[in-house]
């Protein structure tokens, strides 16, 4: 999707495994979100970001930290993969005056084993 | 606290109408929205409504707003194949066009030809 870029696309990790998520938007927009999506669920907020420099816990934290270096750029790292963090992760900014709502990434379809 | 509630499934024949509804919590949301994920990919803007308004028409697209019983539905006119997705509605919290939003799990829309 134009303006959130993810990578990797596609993952697999073997449990206890760690890994880093990249996301980078093409804007300077400050408030950057990463989430994730399973059947039934919905999507759940794992972290955001409203600023450089800071971020908050949304409703799922647990096993995940993110880092926000600059305000391109919004990180999510798992430090010990389990197999409960399969899913697929979105990253997201919200937009500015009439960039209005938030432009999603395409996507990371994580698998841990 | 804040949450939005749909529907999971809808199914209907090409060329009927669709018609997704939400209801959403926060009286204070100035922007609602729905939008559109296709397999594989991330979440799109489909379209968005101010709440000073009851209704927008965008082509094939009617939102209607009932604010008093906190009601949002999405219609689809001439519901083609290529609709077939799952579509989110989100309420923006906190007022204005820059609040976080939350999203409801999402209506699944089978188009059956």
């Known amino acids: 999707n134009a303006g959130v870029t993810q990578t990797p696309k596609f993952q697999v990790l073997k449990t206890g495994q760690s890994m880093t998520l990249q996301c980078a938007q093409d804007m300077n927009h400050n408030s950057m979100y990463w989430y994730r999506q399973d059947p039934g669920m919905g999507l759940r907020l794992i972290y955001y970001s409203a600023s450089e420099g800071t971020t908050d816990k949304g409703e799922v934290p647990n096993g995940y930290n993110v880092s926000r270096l600059n305000k391109r750029e919004f990180s999510l790292r798992l430090e010990s993969a389990a197999p409960s963090q399969t899913s697929v992760y979105f990253c997201a900014r919200r937009g500015i005056g009439r960039d209005i709502g938030y432009t999603f990434g395409s996507g990371t379809r994580l698998t841990v084993v | 606290g804040e949450d939005v509630e749909q529907s999971l499934f809808l199914s209907v024949r090409e060329g009927d109408s669709s018609v997704i509804n939400c209801t959403y919590t926060d009286s204070s949301s100035t922007y609602l929205y729905w939008y559109k994920q296709e397999p594989g990919a991330g979440l799109q803007l489909l379209t968005y409504i101010f709440s000073n308004m009851d209704m927008k028409q965008d082509q094939r697209l009617t939102v209607l707003l009932n604010k008093k019983d906190k009601h949002l539905s999405l219609r689809i006119a001439d519901t083609q194949t290529g609709d077939s997705a799952i579509y989110f509605c989100?309420?923006?919290?906190?007022?204005?066009?820059?609040?976080?939003?939350?999203f409801g799990k999402g209506t699944k829309l089978s188009v059956k030809p």
């Open positions: 989100a309420e923006s919290i906190g007022g204005g066009s820059q609040g976080n939003l939350i």
